[in-house]
């Protein structure tokens, strides 16, 4: 990052503690690896070297390093089996939502760490697709959500007088993973689902009073065109070849967006390529992605909602980011330092956008450019799921999580 952009950002900059931890209303042998795992990770061995693990790309490589082994090692996962389709187990995989589903196809394929027995579980996964919420339940026209939340809110109520699991922690052992802009929204009407249950969001908003960070998981929002080719397309030209200093084509939705296309757009700035949507006579010899193969620093501001799919584009065609969103809690933010690989701008310094990425030394965004294309892998999807891809890094995140909340008794 600049120093112009590192000392004004609010996006993903202060570390907090996690909420206080939930005492259980008995303990299981599940708790006593959580207890050891959170001992473990507390004392990970130094870690130098690694050929695994870019060491740059994270907070603390060694601390991630024996969490991820602990994970590999120890967690369960239980899925609940109630709820029908097509709300719940019912994988929604293309499009801008597509993470959610993602992870929905791929945990309950898993045989690696899901169980049959609940008793053995670290975690309960609520399969339902907030997508397929706003498909199948929300009315047109009707500038109400109440029908989705009251929606979750039954479900809860349901696997709790059916089940003791949510009951014994209050839902603190629980998760749900939901890329919607609506997400966050649909838990209002529930207050241990709102306030305990871990939730991977890609709308994770700190202003809005329901992401709890230290507790919930910023999910990345993938943009998947092909779900038969989700690696498709990806790569793109080496820093020495990137001719466009920057770039951005999207709706002039949310409060960002026209502010950037008032100050960038339409102007004869050969480093400034900014349009609300990419014009016939550009498109015909370079298309959106072209663009961003080509491009230093790919531009995103946040839509309507403080997340955005072109963070995840951007690294998949080995563009550096430049993220404008206050209050975001970036992608895998417990683990990656992202500024190693990604530009914050707060969205007060949209004036000051080209002078702020003019000022990053060229040696400085050159080694950015580098570990973007280290730090892609983390965020790639695999039909079969491989060590540290996207997948496992949000089932790290949810597992570090509960980790962090376990009470650690002396």
């Known amino acids: 990052m600049s120093s112009d952009s590192t000392s004004s950002s609010d996006v993903s900059s202060d570390r907090v503690l996690p909420p206080d931890p939930e005492i259980p209303l008995w303990s299981t042998a599940a708790d006593e690896d959580l207890i050891y795992a959170k001992k473990e990770i507390a004392n990970a061995p130094l870690v130098s070297g690694h050929h695994d693990l870019y060491a740059p790309l994270f907070r603390n490589v060694s601390i991630f390093k024996r969490s991820y082994e602990l994970m590999e090692g120890l967690l369960k996962v239980y899925i609940y089996h109630d709820g029908a389709k097509p709300i719940f187990h019912s994988p929604y995989l293309k499009g801008i939502y597509a993470s959610e589903g993602w992870f929905m196809k791929l945990i309950e394929g898993d045989q690696s760490f899901v169980v049959r027995d609940p008793n053995r579980a670290h975690l309960f996964y609520l399969p339902y697709s907030s997508r397929q919420l706003e498909h199948n339940l929300y009315v047109p026209g009707s500038n109400t959500l109440e029908p989705l939340s009251i929606f979750v809110k039954n479900y809860i109520d349901m696997i709790s007088a059916k089940f003791p699991y949510w009951n014994r922690t209050k839902g ?29 969001l890609c709308n994770a908003d700190l202003s809005e009073g329901v992401f709890i960070r230290g507790r919930d998981v910023s999910l990345p929002e993938t943009f998947v065109r092909s779900p038969r080719k989700p690696l498709g397309g990806i790569g ?3 820093a020495s070849q990137r001719s466009i200093l920057a770039f951005f084509a999207g709706q002039m939705h949310g409060r960002v967006r026209p502010i950037l296309l008032r100050h960038w757009g339409g102007k004869d700035d050969a480093d400034m390529k900014i349009y609300s949507r990419l014009p016939r006579r550009i498109t015909r010899r370079m298309n959106y992605v072209q663009h961003m193969k ?4 790919c531009i995103c501001p946040m ?3 403080v997340n955005s799919p072109r963070i995840v584009e951007a690294i998949y065609y080995e563009c550096v980011p430049v993220i404008i969103a206050d209050n975001f809690v970036l992608p895998f933010d417990d683990v990656l330092d992202w500024s190693a690989f990604s530009v914050v701008v707060p969205e007060r310094d949209v004036p000051r956008l080209k002078e702020i990425l003019l ?8 080694a950015m450019q580098s570990n973007v294309r280290k730090v892609q892998r983390h965020f790639l999807w695999h039909p079969k799921p491989v060590k540290y891809d996207i997948f496992h890094m949000i089932l790290h995140s949810v597992w570090f999580s509960r980790v962090n909340q376990v009470l650690q008794v002396q």
Do not use: M, Q
């Open 172 to 200: 603190t052992d629980h998760f749900f993973v939901a890329c919607h802009d609506w997400g966050p929204y649909t838990t209002k009407l529930h207050d241990e689902l709102r306030k305990n249950a871990i939730k991977a």
């Open 236 to 238: 793109g030209k080496p």
């Open 294 to 297: 080509l491009t230093k620093y």
């Open 303 to 305: 839509g309507y909602e």
């Open 359 to 366: 000022e990053i030394p060229e040696s400085r965004y050159v």
